[in-house]
């Protein structure tokens, strides 16, 4: 059986990998918030004030950091004082984006906030630029986050709130590039001034402001965003404005008309889809460097907030609404993002997976019937939660198994590693879809631990969980065993691990 050995010195905390970058995003598309989250008071599915509490309690286990809402695309023609007060009172809309439904507004302001405090995430509220008006954007701050006495906090307390909720996440507009208003960069720049400057800071509720950042590798977008608020070498604080822009990446294996099928595929595309998801490595690597030039200090953020695979959509299901199948190669995708996550934690400060019920690369899906499953991706989330808030460990992979992909050539074992508490966590991907690995892992810096691992495979990569085979793929424990100088697992193909140590 091959062999590879991962190095890792535990004496050498480096830096903090943020919970954020575990992160979620729940936009009002397809079956994600209506019929995913909320189902209504009047729902035969126990609920709480309309929350599914089948899904809350699932992902509870996840320790869900932050929350990102309305959208995405939806967020740049949503108006908030259309979702609050009596339900009977608020007005429809279209939800022209995703699938030309109509939207009753029945999950809104009020609603999202309840469904953060039942999940304990921190809210993140993407306002509209594309359509809305930097008034509209600064009274929902103010309806929010003020206390006291102010025209909106009237209204909220009409609506029955009397306290300001704490509401640190904003952001700017959704990519403003194309269906946020089909900006061009430096337009948008100074949009994303304007607007910064009349998001207000209310009581002790400071904001951490999100430009709506660029697609993939547009470098140039994210320079005009930087040159917004710095300059090259000019010693100008380039936090005052905005503190952090955003990124979207999205794993397609296929072409955007063709994108494949999430659970038919051979192996070809499977290899395809860990060279596109490896790629995410060269999208940050290159963000950061411009960001460094600008901002050696490191003062603005960048934020991963959209990730994840997108296939076709489930045979028989609306176009418009993004439901897909979530394999064993989904979970993969996921644990690979997270150790390059991990690498990039000093300057990649929030990520937000898309989208966490029934949308795209979700952890759950749900049906009508109350019927609920857990993804693999959601194993990987779950089992990788250890990493939240510790501090990243130096990981060097020695004898590194690749393959090549149409002309990359891509590693074939992921790995990353982080210390908190005196506990340490170390995951592992075997991407070989048909190769098991031994992997010796080289423990330095530490003589003495207890461990214990666990394991998420499948017979194949295209293995699903479904209401007939729920836990088709679902972490098993590890055999982990002694080596002179660490550890040794042993890897079956296509298959995600951690390793737990008690220092
Ligand atoms: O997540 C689905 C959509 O993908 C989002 O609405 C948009 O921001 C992106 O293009």
Known sequence: MPE?????????????ISRHLYGHFAEHLGRCIYGGFYVG?????PNERGIRLDVVEALRALNIPNLR????????????????????????????????????????????????ELLGAAPYVNGNVGSGTVREMSEWVEYLTRDGDSPMVR???????????????????????????NQRAE???????QYATFLKDHGDNKLYRIAAGASNDDLAWTEALLKAVSCLGCGRDPKNIFQAISVHY??????????????????DDYYRTMAKAQDIERIIRAHSALMDAYDPERKIGLVLDEWGTWWDVEPGTNPGFLYQQNAMRDALVASLHFDVFHRHAERLVMANIAQTVNVLQAMLLTSEDGGLVRTPTYHVFEMNKGHQDAAALPVHVLDMPSCSVDDTEISLLSASASVKDGRALVSLSNLDAETAL????????????????????ASKPQAYNSAAAPDAV????????????GLRVSLPPHSFATVSLVL
């Open 4 to 16: 590879a050995r991962v190095v890792i010195d535990l004496d050498v905390p480096g830096p903090t």
């Open 41 to 45: 008071e009047d729902s035969g599915i």
């Open 69 to 116: 809402w309305p959208g995405g695309c939806f967020a740049d023609e949503y108006h908030w004082k259309d979702g609050i007060g009596p339900k009977a009172d608020r007005p429809s809309m279209v939800n022209t984006h995703w699938g030309n439904v109509e939207e009753n507004n029945h999950f809104g302001t009020h609603e999202f906030m309840a469904l953060c």
């Open 155 to 181: 209204l909220r307390k009409a609506n029955g709130r009397d306290e300001p909720w704490q509401v640190p996440f904003w952001g700017i507009g959704n990519e403003a590039w194309g269906c946020g208003g």
């Open 187 to 193: 337009a948008y720049a100074d949009l994303a001034r």
């Open 250 to 267: 999205y794993t397609i294996a296929g072409t955007w008309e063709n994108k494949g099928s999430a659970t038919e595929f051979g192996i």
């Open 438 to 457: 031994d992997v010796v892992l080289d423990l330095r810096g530490e003589s003495s631990w207890e461990s214990s691992g666990r394991l998420l495979t």
């Open 474 to 485: 679902a972490p098993v424990p590890l055999t982990v065993e002694p080596e002179p100088r």
